[in-house]
């Protein structure tokens, strides 16, 4: 079975159905960054069309867990996807931190598709200058 693909010009040109050029395990995983500072670690992934009602962040045994389901957009019946790369898997990604953490001062913000997580250092962790007697 094929895609066939209308061109601006009315060239017509066949795409293999469901061929895609991500491995489906990708999609299903949102890419993620870990950075470190003095006094935080900072998560930040990128959720393109997540709203914040679809996502959900814990922190049990000093595990984050990331995690988000979104509903596919409904079609109507008569329509047959042949391929469905935008569909709405649910995913979760955890991330052990270690105990230098301030777990209740954990803060997320969701802008434009990009999800910056701030995970405060406890006070024993940060960076502190000694005094030389």
Avoid at 20 to 31: F, G, S, V, Y
Avoid at 88 to 96: D, E, K, M, T, V
Avoid at 104 to 129: D, F, H, W
């Amino acid at each position: 079975m094929y895609i066939r693909v209308l061109q601006p010009n009315s060239f017509e040109r066949t795409l293999p159905e469901f061929s895609t050029l991500t491995p489906r395990w990708i999609q299903k995983r949102p890419a993620i960054d870990v950075l470190e500072g003095d006094h935080e670690y900072t998560l930040v992934a990128e959720l393109p069309g997540y709203r914040k009602e679809e996502l959900t962040i814990n922190l049990e045994d000093n595990i984050l867990t990331l995690s988000g389901e979104r509903k596919n957009e409904e079609r109507p019946e008569e329509v047959k996807v042949r391929l469905n790369e935008i569909g709405a898997p649910s995913f979760s990604r955890s991330l052990r931190f270690g105990s230098d953490i301030d777990a209740k001062q954990i803060s997320a913000q969701l802008e434009n598709g990009i999800l910056t997580v701030k995970v405060p250092k406890a006070e024993s962790a940060k960076p502190r200058t000694i005094a030389i007697q």
